[in-house]
């Protein structure tokens, strides 16, 4: 997960301050300094970083940190707040136009992942009851038209194509008038990429840009790419006069820079964030969330909003209803554990539980996908009536459903004892709560 060097970096630093009944002005330039080399190291722009420090230095020494009885809070809290305002301060949203179609143009360097991003932010759109209608305006890479067909296909939007040989400011005419014919409130543009900025492309997109006067200009670029996103985003703005960027691959290995750089350098807002390959894996980017995150203090509003929007509430009530009544089987114990996977990888949900992303370094709490994927192959080996009564698994069905899962008998021992510890937990809170609630009994 992106920025994990960064937020144990500038966790060291808060440590050290909490550990002080007080500080000094001292300890104040000296922690300045550690949050300093900790941004660079994360590849945050030089200038960015002087700024930043020196803000949160005049506001540390400006307020009253030094007489403060818990100056590190006090330190994290100007940090979190000026983090927050170098992302921008805000969720910056999409435009909306105030005839529709919204018209949305998709830029970006080839492989950032603007063909992916178009269809994902498709997939969202239409999460929200709108129409999008996507368009293959990529005519130069072999594969791009196919890549968004697909794409379309695979979420149930329409994609507008006239092949490769019609030129994409024509593409690009005509499928405005296609959506504006069929009742599509968003257009979104695909257009094409190079491997470096050129003057070509430049032109083309001017082009487009001024056929279609979009209402966004979303630049696609690579977190992983570190400074060269933020020159990137540089360039384009100077020519096209950009509305948002979209910053991908947020899920890999990046240090962060990018994310940090892209609003102070370009002016820039992120719109979005996108955190993996999957189709819905795009969330808007919520500047104080990131800065959460970012040190360690987790993002529970996203969890919140992403177990809304993508758990079944009637499924939830009938599984807490089995659970009072101590009904709780194998097969609902899978179905909880599909809920749990729709959110999104296990790694990123532990990201955003406050004080989790610490924990989650310990060997003893890694929950990974490969793990949850072998207790499901267990509960999958066992017969219809074992996952029903799961009382009647004795020491021999144990063993066919090892053998059977290809795992070991131990375990399926832990998963039993574990499946039969939380029946019991659920039963004596149930027994607790009685139908009405509390009993009187203490927690
Ligand atoms: P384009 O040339 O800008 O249209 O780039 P594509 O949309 O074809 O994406 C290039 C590659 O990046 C593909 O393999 C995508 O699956 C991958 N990709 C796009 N967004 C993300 C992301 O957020 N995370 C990860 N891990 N991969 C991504």
Redesign the pocket.
Known sequence: MAFEGLTSRLQNVFSKLRGKGKVSEDDVNEAMREVRLALLEADVNFKVVKDFVAKVKEKAIGTDVMESFTPGMVIIDIVNKELTELMGGSQAKLSKANKPPTVIMMV???????????GKLAKMLQKQNHRPLLVAG?IY?PA?IK?LQVLGEQINVPVFSLGDKTSPVEIAKQSLQHAKENGNDYLIV?TA?RLHVDEELMEELRQIHSEIKPDEVLL?V?AMTGQDAVNVADTFNKQLELTGVVL?????DTRGGAALSVKAVTGCPIKFA????KID??EPFHPERMASRILGMGDMLSLIEKAQSNIDTEKAKEMERKMRNAEFTFDDFLEQMEQVKKLGPIDQIMDMIPGMGKLKQTKDLKVDEKQMGRIEAIVQSMTKTEKQSPDIINHNRRKRIATGSGTSLAEVNRLIKQFDEMRRMMKQFSDMMGPKGPKGKAL
Do not use: N
């Open positions: 970006g360097l080839q492989g950032a992942g603007k063909t992916t991003t178009s990529d890479r791009a890549q695909d990429g696609v690579d991908t691959k947020l899920d890999g996108a955190l993996g390959e894996a795009l």
